[in-house]
């Protein structure tokens, strides 16, 4: 699987507003609060049919790419990279058991040292010089930020073939990626009912989908012989973004440019490795630094952030071992009960500072954000509390300004007793989906040998695993709290 991020959007990419020319980059940036970012539009579960989805998941007719697991194409990468001005490799491209095919060490590697040295004239950026520089043209005059820019990009360089320069890299990206921009409504309904993250691949699918909507209707149809739709549909933006999604890095020594890294973008992930992709100045070349040593025949790995199981899923198609990822969370959703007597009240708080009456927030199986235990304090206060509601909608907040711990220990225990009645019926939605997948013991590192939904059911099998899990260990913490009266383990940074 082969894809490689710094800081990838781990939500969603809003779709245009109404004004294209009023979009900043901004808007496709890292979002990294706990709670789902606040769109300006209306998106529910149900705004995507399954026919709809199914449509725009269809990925059989892009004439481009290669299969996940496929080398066929990687020497004329290597061969062409290499004369395009990449320097001698300690690594090459090979079959791996974990990613499918990954970089692997062909010399010593020492623990510090510094590798790829890919050149910025091999990397694709918002600034690289367009074949078709008259549709590039078009789209900086209407300012189109720097993701749906490159997502145009890739597919004009893709339909050029062997035209463009950027051939031989493009033949050698996945035709269909394995992210949950690639699952049917039908398919996440059955298989991750259970997850928060399925809400978050539904609202995902809608971004991607309104964002080339908007690109038709007030660019494109513009200017067909420039943006023909046989080439520029909702599959072949599909097929770029999940690209973007799995592939694209942000560079901070280039003041945070977003690029696609050719050959970086190979290195497989790690849940146990700290290093990133970054510019180095002195060598003028694209590089990491190696946190531990490889002997020959070894897999290099490189981090993709630090991200959940669930986030891995949502972009990269994988879910790592149980119990692996030190950054492992499951977002437990809280809502306030439209029965509490100060129901309107305690809304009018938390819309003051940005929130809902239902909100996600990660845990940890160390614990939860003090987030959570401030929305929780508002959700079981009574009346007489009322003059405390904006102060524990506040600390609810992300808002770094606020004060996050708090504490009322008049309503302490009642507040921990909701968590842990949040976390029995989240449970219980996980353990009803396990028991009827039944036991599965399936080996998928080579997901192509498998019926597609027999691999789609393992995945979400293992990440309702591991999600339930954190939840079985913060309802322990809920339980020893409350009945001891102690406030419980939190994080105030996940």
Not at 291 to 308: H, N
Request: glycine share 4%; proline share 5%.
């Amino acid at each position: 699987m082969a894809e490689v991020s710094r800081i990838l959007q781990s939500v969603l990419l809003p779709p245009f507003s109404h004004k294209l020319d009023g979009i900043t980059n901004s808007h496709f940036s890292s979002y990294k609060l706990y709670r789902r970012n606040k769109l300006n539009i209306s998106i529910r579960c149900s705004s995507i049919s399954t026919t709809e989805t199914t449509k725009s998941t269809k990925t059989q007719n892009i004439p481009w790419g290669c299969e996940t697991d496929s080398l066929e194409n990687a020497s004329n990468l290597q061969k062409w990279l290499s004369e395009s001005g990449l320097p001698s490799q300690k690594m090459d491209l090979q079959r791996v058991d974990v990613g499918e095919r990954g970089l692997v060490a062909n010399n010593n590697i020492r623990k510090g040292e510094k590798l790829l040295f890919v050149p910025p004239s091999l990397v694709i950026t918002a600034d690289s010089k367009w074949s078709n520089s008259d549709a590039g043209d078009v789209l900086k005059q209407y300012n189109v930020p720097d993701w749906p820019f490159i997502a145009t990009y890739l597919i004009s360089e893709a339909n050029l073939r062997k035209s463009s320069r950027w051939s031989n890299y493009i033949s050698a990206l996945p035709r269909q990626p394995y992210s949950l921009l690639y699952w049917t409504q039908s398919e996440l309904d059955r298989y991750l009912e259970a997850s928060q993250i399925r809400q978050r691949a539904v609202e995902r699918i809608n971004n991607v989908i309104g964002t080339y909507d908007d690109l038709r209707l007030r660019i494109f149809s513009k200017h067909p012989d420039l943006f023909p739709e046989e080439i520029f549909n909702i599959e072949t933006f599909n097929w770029s973004f999940g690209i973007l999604f799995s592939r694209l890095v942000r560079l901070p020594s280039m003041d945070g440019r977003v690029a696609l890294v050719p050959w970086a973008d190979m290195l497989n992930h790690n849940c146990e490795v700290g290093t990133f992709l970054d510019y180095d100045k002195s060598s003028q070349g694209i590089v990491f630094t190696t946190d531990r040593a490889y002997l020959p025949g070894e897999q290099v790995f490189i981090s993709y952030g630090r991200k959940s199981n669930g986030e891995l899923l949502l972009s990269y198609g994988f879910v790592p071992k149980e119990g692996t990822n030190p950054s492992d969370s499951v977002e437990m959703s809280l809502a306030l009960k439209k029965s509490d007597k100060c129901y309107k009240e305690k809304v009018e708080a938390l819309k003051k500072h940005g929130l809902s009456a239902s909100e996600c927030f990660p845990v940890q199986v160390t614990g939860w954000p003090l987030e959570l235990m401030a929305f929780a304090y508002l959700v079981v206060s009574p009346p007489s509390m009322s003059r405390q509601f904006e102060e524990m909608a506040a600390a609810a907040s992300n808002k770094a300004t606020s004060k996050k711990d708090i504490k009322y220990p008049e309503i302490e225990e009642d507040a921990l007793q909701f968590i842990l009645d949040s976390c029995e019926s989240s449970i219980s939605k996980y353990s009803k989906f396990l028991q009827a997948s039944g036991e599965m013991d399936l080996d998928v590192t080579n997901p192509k040998q498998l019926n597609r939904r027999v691999f789609l059911k393992q995945l979400a099998v293992d990440l309702c695993t591991s999600e339930r899990r954190i939840l079985y260990r913060s309802q322990y913490v809920s339980t020893d709290s409350v009945s001891h009266s102690k406030f419980p383990i939190t994080l105030q940074d996940m």
